[in-house]
């Protein structure tokens, strides 16, 4: 019964994406869903941007092994992104009406620095995306016992099926029903374990000391490691594609800017949730407490759950990793397509031509995501390695555009070079810090001495003397 909820659930993930097909008429509609989504599709959206595998199965088993130290980076991070966003960073690129984060530097620094922006921001979506597949394979596994590469294809294959028909707008139609699923079978099975366990407090009170510290031991290594876990997600997907596309696709400004604000509280509220789970299983069921932690969710609900649990958990587990697969499907395509392939071969392309550029590149972006999940299975480390590149390369040349006004073109190419080089050179370095935070700085101080170096040309208009009548 199981498998057939499963199957049933699929096909109409897969039912609205072929529907959704119907209203892409151009590239814009594939991309941003052409600017037309209202305020409960765009912060559910945005909701289901990081709400999938690292949430659930990575930051769950992170959990059990640090307490909540180790999970600054998400749900923490990924609330705090999403606020910062809103805050900061939506309102003047929400106003330059472009298509991608590429065309936004390509509007700061021009069509080089937009060209070399991209080249270092698609590389991070193909373990991000690797590590949603690998959390859809470990669910069908769990239900079907599967081997995980051919797990990894099947769900490839789904997800890339409706998000090549229907682009954003499928992805936001979908979200609304995924987010949806997430919540009520998130607070269903958190319900469950209470109850199980004499109450909330019986497992509160069984977790293992120093789970619940928030702050960091008074070291100034500790706090330094702190903030930077913070940053990794909180900053580090600030210049990403994946939650531009989603905030763009609003209708308004003031519809984008109050949809971050929801999902951010969305998040952190529903992201504490696998976590509180995750230690209520540990309590009850010690027998399932597994090497891989990663599946002692799923465990604990086959084996103890009843159908109705196990139908609305894995659900809820599908709703979120195939809703952030198909964002990190399309965020990858836009930018390949639109800053990359467009400027050197399709200059003369109709917008029917781009839109199956697109949907290609869907599948393109599938293929190398299928060789890295298959390489490298652990979640939260894929995840991780993601957001920590856009974080030493993008950031701060995104940062000081929008808000210095001598930023410069060459400030913004020596930021990307001196953060992305500083930090895989710190990598091989033994440190008592997190080498991208070092690598951050370094990557601002890239952009002073550029700036400097180069200024910024400041454009003259050529004077046209009045004609005298």
Request: net charge positive; with cysteine; aromatic share 14%.
């Amino acid at each position: 019964m199981l498998l057939t909820a499963v199957i049933i659930y699929i096909l109409i993930t897969v039912s609205i994406g072929a529907w959704s097909s119907k209203l892409v008429k151009s590239s814009k509609d594939f991309v941003l869903a052409g600017r037309q989504l209202p305020l409960f599709l765009s912060a559910s959206a945005l909701f289901a941007t990081w709400f999938g595998s690292e949430t659930i199965f990575g930051a769950s088993s992170e959990y059990l092994d640090h307490g909540l130290q180790g999970v600054m980076e998400d749900p923490f991070g990924g609330a705090l992104c999403l606020i910062l966003f809103g805050m900061f960073y939506l309102r003047p690129m929400y106003r330059m009406n472009v298509l991608t984060l590429g065309d936004v530097f390509k509007k700061l620094f021009g069509e080089r620095v937009a060209f070399l922006s991209s080249l270092f921001m698609v590389p991070a979506y193909f373990g991000y995306v690797a590590a949603q597949l690998v959390a859809l394979s470990l669910i069908l596994g769990a239900i079907v016992s599967i081997p995980l590469t051919t797990g990894i294809i099947i769900s490839a294959a789904i997800v890339v099926f409706y998000t090549f028909l229907g682009g954003m707008w499928a992805i936001s139609i979908t979200d609304f029903i995924q987010t949806t699923m997430i919540v009520v079978g998130l607070l269903w099975v958190a319900t469950m374990v209470a109850n199980q366990a004499g109450g909330v407090m019986p497992i509160l009170e069984s977790a293992p000391e120093g789970s619940f510290q928030f702050f960091p031991e008074p070291r100034w290594d500790s706090w330094v490691n702190y903030l930077g876990a913070w940053m990794i997600l909180g900053l580090g997907s600030i210049p990403s594609q994946d939650i531009y596309q989603r905030v763009m696709s609003a209708k308004s400004e003031k519809v984008a800017v109050r949809s971050t604000y929801m999902a951010g509280g969305f998040y952190l509220s529903f992201g504490l949730l696998p976590l509180f789970i995750a230690l209520g299983a540990k309590v009850l069921y010690p027998e399932i407490y597994l090497e891989n932690k990663q599946m002692l969710l799923p465990e604990m609900v086959l084996q103890h759950g009843g159908l109705t649990v196990q139908v609305l958990f894995f659900g809820a587990l599908l709703s979120a990793i195939m809703s952030t697969t198909s964002s990190g499907l399309l965020a990858p395509a836009a930018i390949i397509s639109e800053n990359l392939i467009k400027p050197t071969f399709g200059k003369n392309w109709k917008d029917e031509q781009f839109l199956w550029v697109l949907r290609i590149t869907v599948i393109a972006v599938a293929v190398v995501a299928i060789f890295m999940a298959s390489w490298k299975a652990n979640i939260y480390e894929l995840v991780a390695d993601a957001s920590i590149l856009l974080l030493v390369s993008l950031f701060v040349p995104l940062t000081a555009g929008l808000y210095w006004k001598k930023a410069s073109r060459f400030g913004a190419v020596m930021a990307i070079f001196m953060g992305t080089g500083s930090y895989l050179l710190l990598l091989m370095v033994p440190l008592p810090v997190y080498p991208h935070v070092i690598a951050l700085f370094i990557s601002a101080a890239g952009m002073l001495i550029g700036s400097f170096l180069k200024p910024k040309k400041i454009k003259t208009k050529k004077y046209v003397p009045e004609s005298i009548s």
